[in-house]
């Protein structure tokens, strides 16, 4: 191994790899196939009942019976367009993006395509490189890596020999090679990858409901559809006659009319139409919905877990002020913040020029993130050289520099953490006192959530052998002059939209890879009422172990981005509907497991890929508009779900009472069509839009049934007697279907009468206009011709009457009893109130 450490592999001994398949010759898997998606929203059990009943009709000549087969292809499309675009998005996903890797082969450097690496393989790292593939550190000069995007530490890490590096890092300072270890799908990105492009749907209360309705009916629409055609060809003469005589069309339509009628299919198209509807009005707020359901489903959130960098912070360190120090021997430094700004700093004149050192580390061409910051108060002013220099380590947490005396700033400087620079235990009596005094004032200052670096001073140079060893000059000759606090911008908006969260009663944890205690200041900064962070480090794996400590605290550091998956897994078997946001990949499972995942646009192209909701601004606040959205299409559509499930009752009990007494079922296809696209399918599209700020309440289906089942049962019954009354008094076939239909286009409009109250401007105008369309429809010959509708006659009339009215008071008595039992089950009424 040593003789490839220096030399890297061989061309043999690559090409034995690549054949046993030892290379990074890696493929991600797509995370779904386009025929399984067009398949899986195709075919369908309910797409094949309207298939079937529309090619029935086609067959028969009956086209005009057939328009219920737009509704399904409509559903079919948005569906399939709907996970397309999720599909797209986890395609996209990369964590890597490096084309090239520098590798050792043959004693030679060269640069390959990051596919054509192998095991073993010897990889050179420099500043500005990304790992190509999880490697063991071989030698390193003063390498440094930036982890962040993978773990959420937003410190770099120092490397040496017999680390392991991870792929998707990117190196920030120093040099070194590594040993590749993992290849492939083996690899840390890439097993990370696959993870985050497993395909889901977000879970959507309104989707399963419906979805859990369409199941009850397939279970009975075969039974139900067979007693509905024996009643017809009964009905008819009996199946000998009806066959010879060719009157088993007639059959055939009127029960394929009571096999439709029991589908929501309205429902269905309704619902992503309010979902899609909602998404483009959050695409002007700067919002990106990639699945529709999220617009739902984050007004069902009562948990929000929340990353700190670049959710609650902008994810930037800027600098926040200087403060004085404790001098040696006990005796403390004046070097306030007016002294800070002339330099001076008392009994300590040899450290005088100190702005001129923090400038100088700031203008530093390879500076950090935290040093850069000094630029802003501390200015360059003039061009320097050191005469010797240990450049920072975040193993040792403190960098030297060393100046002539001419330069006014002579002798060594120190910026570095108190506690690393004036570890406990010091060199003399005189360090030790005031390393204790430095780390406890640096303690405090930490405790606010600020970062804090000591700048020292010996009046000494660095000599060759400091260099080397990497260590201070001795004697105890270096003395704190000056502490420097840094902090994160916190966002503006974070402690008002955290305020809406808790007025709404959606509970926060703040889950991050830094310091529980800088996590826990900024979470007190934007308003949480907390005392201190939990250290992730001492999590219990067991997951009802987890979700205990989680119902402690509410902050939580240190976290790994596998433990950010589990705490929200924890969460949500703990019984919460959770939301995670984010911006690293560190955060990309745990946005992807979570109810709903909401990214910053700035964050990384893989966690934009697994989130929901994107909010292009990078804004927090942001999601209450986002939760009223969502608010508004769950109140709308379980208003119209009233309305498309009571068609479904109905429909349901008249195919079972006509099946069951051996009644000709009283409507054509066309016919229901048309009175439920002007009762139902019209007014539905725009009350699914209306504003509607109700609060999310749990119980979405059972309420609608609720109303829907007792109501549907009344006006079958009332159709029942009406048929009956009909058949008795010799009404023909034609007029008693004219009648039936004239009944529930009555009874229909009263629902939706009912279901939009309180009525206003915009309601009115949407009645009354289906009101003018009804009597359009029975007005026009040409449509009363297609739809064959005759005049009633006077008996038809006075019995359409007083159905009517019968079945309106039965609807008022059941809307009653139904507003009562909302009211005892869940809170206020959902349809009542202003909205």
Known sequence: ????????????EVDERVARGDDNAYVAASSRSAWSI?????????????????IVLLLLGRWQDALFGLSAIANTVIGSVQEFRAKRSLDQLALMHAPLARVLRDGDEANIPVAGLVLDDIVVLRAGDQVSADAVIVDSARLQLDESMLTGESDAVDKVAGDTVLSGSIVVGGEGTARVSHVGANSYANQLSSEAKKFSLVTSELRASINRVLKWIAWIIGPIALLVLNAQMVALGGWPEAISSGAWRNGAVSTIASVVAMIPLGLVLMTSIAFAVGAVK??????LVQELAAVEGLARIDLICLDKTGTLTEGDIVFDAVHPVPALGGAASAAGAGDAATGNVAGNVSARGWQRVLAWYGAEPDANATARCLTVPYPVTDAREPSGRIPFSSARKW???????????????????PEMVFPAGGSSADSADSGVALRQQSAELAASGRRTLVLAHSPHQLSADDIDLERLPGDGSVQPVVLLTFRES???????????????????????????HTVAAIAREVGLEVLDGFDARELPDDRDALAAVLAEHVVFGRVTPAQKKNIVIALQQAGHTVAMTGDGVNDALAIKEADIGIAMDSGSAATKAVARIILLDGRFSHLPGVVAEGRQVIANVERVSMLFLTKTAYATALAVIFGAFLLQ???????LSIVDGLTIGIPSFFLALMPNTRRYIPGFLRRSLSFAIPAGLVIALALALYTRLSLDAGISEAELRTGSTLILAIVGLWILIVLSRPIDGIKTLIIGAMMIGLVLVYSIPLVTNFLELVNPSLTTALLVILISALTIGGIEIVRFVHVRYVRRHSGPPPLLGKH
């Open 38 to 54: 067009v398949r899986a929203n195709l075919f369908t059990l309910f797409n094949g009942i309207i298939a079937a009943c529309f």
């Open 1 to 12: 191994m040593t003789a490839i450490a220096t030399l890297g592999l061989s061309s043999a």
């Open 490 to 516: 916190v966002r503006s908006d974070a402690r008002e939209t955290l305020d809406y969260f808790a007025s709404q009663g959606v509970a926060v944890r703040i889950i991050s890879g830094d310091n529980p």
């Open 665 to 671: 079922f009283p409507f054509l296809p066309r016919q």
């Open 282 to 287: 959050l695409s002007g707020q700067k919002v």
């Open 399 to 417: 960098s030297a520099v060393s100046f002539a005396e001419v330069t006014g700033a002579g002798g060594t400087w120190v910026l570095g953490g």
